[in-house]
């Protein structure tokens, strides 16, 4: 997911207000942020989340600082994953098409795409989860709406 947020912090200000949330240790409501920020304006953070009993997810925002007037443009990207009320869809789809592969004769073609179908359980439900809080937290710390000021 592509975003453009608003803030009326300048560039310093919002790598300051970045560089101490990097700072604050994690809690279970507000995981702990990994990342850098660059002076000129570039910041990545990562937040690793549980997933499924031991399983956990990783999820990366990337992002630029720019000045356009008397505001300041936060554009970057972070990948968004799938709502777990969406991801029995993308199993289910997974099965059906590893029953017909089965029915086909090719049993172990057909088990392996119903395993890689499970699989992709952990990366989408964990990149929903992670993206909505670092997109949360982003803009909670910048002070950053995702329209621009009248």
């Known amino acids: 997911m592509e975003f453009q947020l608003y803030s009326s912090k300048n560039i ?18 507000r995981p702990a942020w990994v990342g ?14 549980p997933v499924f009993r031991n399983l956990q997810r990783t999820t990366r925002l990337r992002g630029t600082l720019e000045k356009q007037g008397n505001v300041t443009v936060i554009r970057g990207y ?20 590893s029953l017909l592969i ?26 929903a989860q992670n993206s909505a809080t670092l997109f949360k937290d982003l803009k909670r710390t910048l002070e950053a709406k995702e329209n621009p000021p009248t």
């Open 12 to 29: 310093k200000q919002c790598t300051q207000a970045l560089t101490e949330r990097l700072k604050v240790p994690g809690t279970k409501a």
């Open 36 to 49: 850098n920020v660059d002076k000129d304006g570039k910041f990545a953070f990562s937040v690793t989340t």
């Open 78 to 97: 972070v990948p968004h994953g799938v709502p777990r009320d969406r991801i029995a869809l993308i199993i289910g789809a997974a099965g059906v098409v």
């Open 102 to 127: 089965m029915a086909n004769g090719q049993i172990m073609v057909g088990l392996l795409t119903l395993l890689m179908g499970a699989a992709l359980y952990i990366p989408l439900v964990g990149d």
